[in-house]
């Protein structure tokens, strides 16, 4: 590798996210890194060739290595991009220029204000040209949709963007409630950023697949795996969640009326949001959908608008609450979560966690007589039935 390092850029997992959806056309049918004249055309307009542009598509990598290797660069070079000691995709240049500091937050690769500015600095020099990322992901997921088109003709396609961390009964009251209106639903799945424990994103990704597997009805949610951007994380940026579920096939996108970046005022007392011009520009409707709660009257899963009974009758999906009691190592109950769900979590972040397992399942549960040998997910799975016993409660 240090033999080809005149021809190699180092880049971190936040650019390699960008880069990503950039070449899978994720933001906009242009998936190249734009040069001077592209970029100042989207400062100026907010769009380029007739699409919405909020962010440019430049290219300015960190780091002495890497603006060395732009100084020496030529058009029709290949550099490589280099991730963790691995090569992950290449850049065929077309010109090198400098990149202009004061638009700097109208850059796709600055867009993500969660982001520390040491991990999303800039070098003085940008690249622009075609871009390849060595990834299928995107490409697989186009094609699961294009399949399912054509196979059930779908028409109403809904996008809903969800961190799932953990995924719980709201969650999928939410999903429920969309599949129901829709013939086909895109669930982007998103990458948490913060500083607290978090789920790793595997994990996130096989709870989702196992609950569409096992509750919903086939071929009718897709998961969109953002694995590699934290561009989504914390819905801090609506725009560009407006402009990935309109790329890949949604008319409708569903939000939470808490999502952190939708800005709701309100003019003549009608609810607007930042995200009107998208609506008209995009032809995609918004659907802002109250807070869901459990209401311990109603002894069911409702809308804040909809329950007459006070704050006080409701038990809410905080996210930082159940996450706390998996850290832990407790089941959360199972009106928040599915014991099989919550079963399969615990036993991904203990393993091995009981010294003898057998002997503590058969004293606890009674079994057919045979000899079976049981998984910790079994056995939390099991210990949630007991729990949820009435006869002595």
Sequence with gaps: MSSRKNNTILINHEAYGALELIRNQIFSKFNRLMNEKEANEVYETG???NEPMPYSFIFAPFGKRNQECLRGANSGDKIELIKDNKIVGHIIVDTIFKFDQ??????IFHANEMIQNEVNQSGELAISGEVEIYSSTFSDVKKQIKRIKEESNAQKITAIMLTAEPFNRAHERLIRMTIDKADLVLLFLLKSYSSDWQLKFDLKRRVMEYFAQNYLPRNRLVIVPFENSNLFSAHMNPTLECIAANSLGADKLVVGQNHAGIGMFYDHNVVHTVLERYKEILKLEIVILPELVYCNECRTIVSTKTCPHGQHHHIKYHASTLKSLLN??????AILMRRDISSMILSELFPNRFKNLQKLYDDLFPSNGLLEKHTERE??????????TMSLT
Excluded: D, H
């Design 379 to 388: 056995f939390y799975e099991e210990l949630m039935q007991l729990y949820q």
């Design 102 to 107: 004061k638009n700097r937050i109208n850059n």
């Design 328 to 333: 832990e190592g407790i089941l959360p109950p």
């Design 47 to 49: 769009f380029l060739n």
